[in-house]
Structures are given as C-alpha cells and as structure tokens.
C-alpha cells in the first residue's frame, strides 16, 4: 500500500513510530495527484512550495518526539468556496478566476494550528450550487467509478480526490446535502455537524441551519480526526459556541446492540426515491437491522418539508447572490440565477409561513426523537446522474418542479438542525457506490460520530457491503 492510499489515523501512527514521513506522505500524495487529476479533475490548485516546507518541520517535531499536534503533517484539501492564503480561491466562478486571498478564513486558520498541511483546492459547482461539481472555470469533476458521471456536489472534488488517494482529509460544505451526496456516490464518509460546531465568520444569515461545513474522509474515524482541526468558536458567527475539540480526536467504543434505531426510505412518500435506491436501501436495512437494540420503520412529519426548503432558500440565495445577479445575469450558472428569480417572486407572507412551518417541523423532530438514537435513511434518491444528461428530471416515476426536488431526502434533514452522516454501504444496482445517512440527536455530534464507528465496524464484516477502491489503473496518465 502506497502511502497516499493510508487512511489518516494509520498515516499519523506511522509517522509517530518514525515507519513514515510527512515529507513522504506529502510526495506520495503528489504523484497519485499528477497521475490521476488529470482525469479525475477533483483538484484545482496547490501550494506545493509551502506544504514541503510545512511537511519538513512536521517531519522534525516527529523526530523529537515534540508539539505532536493531532493533524500533525497530514495533507488536506479545502473545497474551492473558502479563502485560503496565497491559493486561488475562485469559487467556481468566472467572477473570481484569478483571486487568491491574503489570509485564511477562520477555519482553515484552526486546520493549520492543528497541523494540517493545506495542500490543495478541490473543485466546486459555481458558489456551490448544484448536486454535480462542474463550473466555467474548471470544468467538470469525474466519478472515478465511472468517468461519465458525477461524483456528486457540491463537495465532489473532495469526494473524488478522497476515493482516488490523492488526499487522505478533505473539507466539504452542506446546504442540502453537499457533503452527504457525493460521499454516497463516491464510496466515503460525508459528515454534517451541528450548524455553528464549526464556527464560520462569514455567515450571511445570522439564524439558519442552512449551510455548514464539515470534514470528508475515507472513513468515520478519521472525519471524526478532522474534526479536531476544524472545530471552534467564531464570535461573528452567530449559531457559535465553545466545545472541546478534542473529544473529536478519541471516540467512544458504542454497544450498537443496544441501540434503538428508526429507518425510513422517503419519509412517508414524502421523498421522492427511485425504485433501484428503494430496494438497495431496503436491503441494507434488511441485513443489519438484528444488530441493533431496536430497529423499526418510522417517518418523521416532514409534509412541508419541500416547500419550506425551497422558499428558505431562495432567501438564502437572495441574501447571498441577489446583487451578483443584477450585475453578471450572463456569467452565473443557471442554478444561482433560477433560485433568486424565484425568490424575486416571493412574498413576505410565503417567508413567515415558511418559517412558521420550519418552526412546527422543528418541533416535531423532536418528539419524533425522543425515544430513538439514531434514524437511518438513503444516502441519495437517485444512482449518480450523468455528466451530460445532469440532475435527473424525474425520480421514481415523480417529475421534479426544479433541481433541488430530488434532494429532498438529504435537504429534509437539514431543517432538523441535528447532525448527518453519510457512510458506504455496499453498491447500488448499477453497481455504483452506495451508502446511508445516520442521523443523530440534537447537538449530538460525537455520539452519532462514535455510533456510526460502530456501524461501519458491522457494515465492513458483510462481504456484500464492500466498496473496493475505484480502478485507477485504466485511468493513469
């Protein structure tokens, strides 16, 4: 096994023994880099000068043995939506082509404090708004099980770059589901933490659950690992508050057998799901439904579930994207520009009753998890969608109103505020990788994080949930 191909706890392991060095480390993840980005396209831009300088001071604090931070020599990527000092920072958008920021924004900052070297950019839709990852700037991001679909979006460069061992850590964001969705359809692990865990000082609505950011990696223990780096208080955020970090570094060894778990396949008929994801999901719960304490079908109340997201994010997307709008109509992808209009089209009166509606959803959530610890449903409604074709525009036999319909599954659980994760299990019937999402309670994020340790334990002692590493063999240039 090549270095880059480690995951990150077994490379920090070895480095601590001195069997592997951050410089090493760092070399292996560049040749896999130049040997399959090319096709791939996952990353978008490095600083290559300053990781083997970084790397050369974190090989000599693992030889005294001194300040052995937890990220210590590790290379990471940051999802080309976030400022990053002295690297291109475009967004995925013409409009910022050629930026590269002067600092760090916060996170990043605590990644580097952690010692995590921060290598690379990984490729984003434009302002990450889209279930692929394809832009103007860059072009479009391949799944590296099949070249002619998407690894998912937005967070699909980090996803492609993880499958491929180009880096053993990447960081994501999530709205509607942009870690979950390419995780699932890239064979790694997607977390979505408690909105305001990771403390983020640009924050554009005070009060929502909305967007958040979390690690991608190739398994949970080491998304757990990236936590430690990007957890934090950021004072200008307003969901923010104090939590150790650390806890994130060492989790809990959880008896899953007692666990009482819910699943659900489209929460009542309310999301719509395709057939061939129907069956497979059915047949992972099937199959590990004996492990836990208690495991049964339950549908949370998400009736209003679409309507409330789609007109709190055209909110959002007003907030964020009204003035680009009426200045680059043109330039900006189609997604940006359908999501304003529509909420130009709103009223004051649609945004209360959205948000009463939240509220009730909300509340309800919470009774529905009152005597559960976990609930578990599909990672993605559809198998990855071709690059060509784009986002499907009919799901089990349902015609979708507008792009973000067949997301429903993953953005549904976004308005319960509760943390998401999103773990391999298995592949679907077109023989692409598939997982589920694991919910956990409110501010709950370690134990859903040391639960589904548990369940990724069980998942990976049945053959029949393998994901074997894509072939990047046929791929190499």
Known sequence: MKPCDLSAVDAIKKMI??????????ESCL????????????????????????????????????DLLP??????????????????????????????????????????????IILAKTNTPEFGSGSNTNNKVFGATCNPYDLARTPGGSSGGSAAA????????????????????????????????????????SRTLN?????????????????????????????????????????????????ISKLRVAWSTDFGGVAPIDDGIRRSFKGVIKQISSGFGRCEERHPKFENARDIFWVLRCVYYLANHSERVAQHRDTLSPNIVSNCEAGESM??????????????LYSNFQDFFA?????????NAVSPFSIAEGIPKSVGGKVMENYVDASLVRSAL?????????????????????????????????????????IETMVSANPSFLVNRPDISKYIE
């Open 347 to 360: 009223s004051l009166i649609d945004v209360a009753r959205a948000e009463r509606n939240w509220a009730e």
């Open 414 to 454: 976004t308005l319960t505020g509760h943390p998401v994760i999103a773990i391999p299990t298995g592949l679907d019937e077109v023989g692409m990788p598939f997982g589920v999402q694991i919910v956990g309670k409110r501010r709950g994020d370690f134990n859903l994080l040391s639960a589904a340790k548990g």
């Open 162 to 201: 993880l499958a491929t061992g180009m880096l053993p850590l990447a960081h994501g964001s999530d709205t509607g589901g942009s870690l979950r969705n390419p995780a699932t359809w890239s064979g790694v692990v997607g977390f979505r933490p408690t909105p305001g865990l990771v403390g983020r000082e």
């Open 371 to 379: 005597d559960i610890d976990l609930l578990i449903v599909p990672g």
């Open 17 to 26: 023994l001195r069997k592997l060095s951050p410089v090493e480390l760092l």
């Open 71 to 116: 990220l210590l020599g590790l290379p990471v990527g940051i999802k080309d939506l976030n400022k990053t000092q002295g690297l291109r920072t475009t967004y995925g958008s013409l409009l910022h082509a050629n930026y590269v920021p002067e600092n760090d924004e916060a996170l990043v900052a605590r990644l580097r404090r952690a010692g995590a």
């Open 207 to 255: 009060y929502t659950h909305f967007s958040v950011q979390g690690p991608m990696a190739r398994n949970v223990t080491d998304a757990s690992l990236m936590m430690v780096g990007l957890v934090g208080n950021e004072d200008r955020d307003a969901l923010s508050s104090f939590v150790d970090a650390s806890m994130f570094g060492n989790l809990d060894n959880v008896d």
């Open 31 to 66: 040749a896999r880099i130049e040997s399959v980005n090319g096709t791939i396209n996952a990353i978008t831009a490095m600083d290559i000068p300053r990781a083997f300088e970084e790397a050369s001071v974190a090989e000599q604090k693992y030889a005294r043995n001194d």
